[in-house]
């Protein structure tokens, strides 16, 4: 079992930057490729970012690219969402997520799954 914990989302102006950060506690972290998802209000959940096991390996969603980031520390068993430039559109209750997977994009693929921490973005 893997529990995560996301935090640092909170209400930010357009073009602003939030770090959001995902603790994760049991099994060993550094087995599992990490990712972050958000759900729009009225939108199906989608794929946001993703980190290999090994931490070698990124992909982003085409609209977020170039201006987040994803990264982890394994020292802190935590994977943080740097978001720069934010846009009303990026307004969300952004997930993380665990696969045993060395690497995955599609939500089918992780296990775990945290709480959310909303995030949202003001024009």
């Known amino acids: 079992q893997v529990q995560l914990v996301e935090s640092g989302g909170e209400l930010v102006q357009a073009g602003g930057s939030l770090r959001l950060s995902c603790a994760a506690s049991?099994?060993?972290?550094?087995?599992?490729?990490m990712g972050w998802f958000r759900r729009a209000p009225g939108k199906e959940r989608e794929f946001v970012a993703a980190?290999?096991?090994?931490?070698?390996?990124?992909r982003f969603q085409d609209s977020v690219k170039g201006r987040f980031t994803i990264s982890r520390d394994d020292a802190k068993n935590t994977v943080y969402l740097q978001m720069n430039s934010l846009e009303p559109e990026d307004t969300a209750v952004y997930y993380c997520?665990?696969?045993?997977?060395?690497?995955?994009?599609?939500?089918?693929?992780?296990?775990?799954w945290g709480q959310g921490t909303q995030v949202t973005v003001s024009s």
């Open positions: 997520a665990a696969t045993p997977l060395e690497f995955a994009v599609f939500s089918t693929a992780y296990t775990y």
């Open positions: 049991g099994r060993t972290f550094t087995v599992y490729g």
């Open positions: 980190i290999s096991g090994r931490g070698d390996l990124t």
